[in-house]
């Protein structure tokens, strides 16, 4: 465990180093959209006191296209039901039956926690005017996104100039993302962990690992505030840090996926190995409900990935696509490499391929061509199924169900595949490099490559920091584990005095 602090810690002060100096170099230059977009009011009012008025005067009119919103609200429909009942099923399915209702619990109590949190301070915290690596306190309790003596909603920006959303539906798309995220870290400590010590944990996570990520990442001010040449370089010093460097992140490979895989390998170490790991046979107790789930999170990837366009055009049709592909490529690659391995392919192979390749074409979702997702696809089905396999025994920790190696080795692998091709040499849509032309075009392949490894190296290291601290925290206050004789008879009964099933 000493080494393990002084790892994250000497890596945390070498990126802050290097980030310091790419920050600065990124600063002279226009930023590239990666994600979803900036609080709204501080994009509309911001250019305006710094443009001159001319510039002001032409900016487009603001215009909120139905079609646009009824995709944002079936995509954040689509999300929800990634979590619950998605990735309840699909974990519920893999524990031994004694847990299989705790599991459930801690997915669904942990998102309804979140959504909760969001609307308090997250979304302040994530998506408003701050510094490069935190918001602000302008939306607490959202305040200010709804106007009731007038009955208007304040807009957010997407990624057309000219184009709004309601904020309030950026703000309920965004909640479903934080909320996931956190029900995602649950697969990796389950079958020993506290009830109460999960959701205090879920809370310290969330507002110094997830929102900060998601703010350097995501957070900027929107294409409507790039009124003029004169105004590019104040307009990107307000952005995330990682969003300065240029780092692409489309639907959540860093922010989401490797994000939450550090913290559920950090709570493996910290909270121990089950009773009887390596010893005892502890197969899944439900493959049928673990398909299920698999399932209903593809289904719901299409809301997660494509609703990242954040409007109902070519950039969703190409992400929706994508994520399509990919996830297919990934279901044959991991049951052809279990096939050379064991001899045979099996269910739970498939599902796990079909996760894996969802996870790695988040990130690359809308950001890559159709030639560049079969690839990614086809690499996190291989890649994901040595990180179950031969990476987890050489990590040694009991990651009950393999979120580092399918979620961290699949988001890692996604993202660095991103900055590849992306590039439209590779067939891949390239990223704007202006936003005040909206010109398009594609950086050096390996110069994306590198932004995009740096972007991974902050979130690995900021999330394994704070969820060391965050665990410690939580370990010295009410503790992590359940006594060893509740662990033995099941959670369902001792944590929550129910059953899953009755005989």
């Excluded at 121990?272 to 399932?295: C, D, F, N, Q, W």
């Excluded at 209903?296 to 399509?324: I, K, M, R, Y």
């Excluded at 991103?418 to 390239?430: A, D, E, K, M, R």
Aim: with cysteine.
């Amino acid at each position: 465990m000493k080494k393990l602090i002084a790892i994250l810690a000497l890596g945390l002060a070498a990126l802050g180093s290097v980030g310091a100096a790419h920050a600065q170099d990124a600063a002279a230059s226009a930023p590239v959209a990666s994600a979803p977009a900036a609080d709204a009011s501080a994009a509309a009012a911001t250019p305006a006191a710094v443009a001159a008025p001319a510039a002001a005067a032409s900016a487009p009119v603001e215009t909120v296209n139905k079609g646009d919103v009824s995709w944002m609200l079936v995509s954040t429909a689509l999300v929800i039901m990634m979590s619950i009942p998605g990735l309840a099923l699909f974990y519920g399915g893999l524990v031994r039956s004694k847990n299989m209702l705790s599991v459930l619990m801690q997915v669904f109590v942990t998102f309804s926690l979140i959504v909760v949190l969001w609307v308090v301070y997250g979304y302040s915290l994530a998506f408003t005017e701050g510094n490069a690596f935190i918001g602000g306190f302008s939306r607490l309790f959202l305040n200010g996104v709804f106007d009731p003596a007038t009955g208007n909603f304040a807009t957010a920006a997407t990624f057309s100039k000219g184009v709004v959303l309601p904020e309030i539906v950026f703000v309920v798309f965004q909640a479903t993302f934080a909320a996931i995220t956190c029900g995602l870290i649950v697969g990796s400590f389950a079958e020993r962990i506290k009830f109460s010590a999960v959701l205090m944990f879920m809370v310290l996570w969330f507002t110094f690992s997830y929102t900060p990520i998601a703010h350097m990442v995501w957070f900027w001010m929107g294409p409507d505030a790039y009124t003029g040449k004169g105004v590019v370089d104040a307009m990107n010093a307000k952005a995330g840090l990682l969003w300065q460097w240029g780092a692409l992140d489309f639907a959540g490979g860093t922010v989401v996926h490797i994000n939450a895989a550090v913290a559920g390998l950090v709570g493996a170490y910290m909270v121990g190995k089950r009773i009887g790991y390596g010893k005892e046979s502890m197969p899944p107790h439900s493959l049928t409900l673990t398909m299920v789930g698999a399932s209903l999170l593809w289904v719901g990837w299409f809301g997660f990935n494509a609703g990242s366009a954040l409007e109902a055009g070519n950039s969703a049709a190409l992400a929706f696509l994508n994520t399509f592909s990919a996830t297919a490529v990934a279901v044959l690659a991991w049951c052809t490499g279990e096939a050379l391995l064991k001899g045979k392919a099996s269910m739970l192979g498939a599902a796990s391929g079909a996760v894996a390749g969802l996870v790695a074409i988040t990130p690359a979702a809308g950001n890559v061509g159709i030639v560049g997702a079969l690839v990614v696809g086809a690499a996190a089905g291989f890649i994901c199924l040595w990180g179950v396999t031969g990476l987890k025994k050489i990590l040694g920790a009991d990651d009950t169900l393999d979120v580092f190696g399918v979620h961290g080795i699949g988001g890692i692998t996604g993202a660095l595949l991103t900055g590849i091709f992306n590039s439209q040499s590779l067939g891949g849509p390239g990223l704007v490099t202006d936003w005040v032309t909206g010109a398009v075009g594609s950086n050096g392949i390996f110069d994306q490559l590198l932004i995009q490894a740096k972007a991974v190296g902050v979130t690995v290291v900021w999330s394994g920091v704070v969820s060391l601290i965050a665990y410690k925290i939580v370990d010295m206050t009410i503790g992590l584990r359940v006594p060893e004789e509740e662990e033995r008879e099941g959670l369902d009964i001792t944590s929550h005095g129910e059953t899953a099933y009755h005989n």
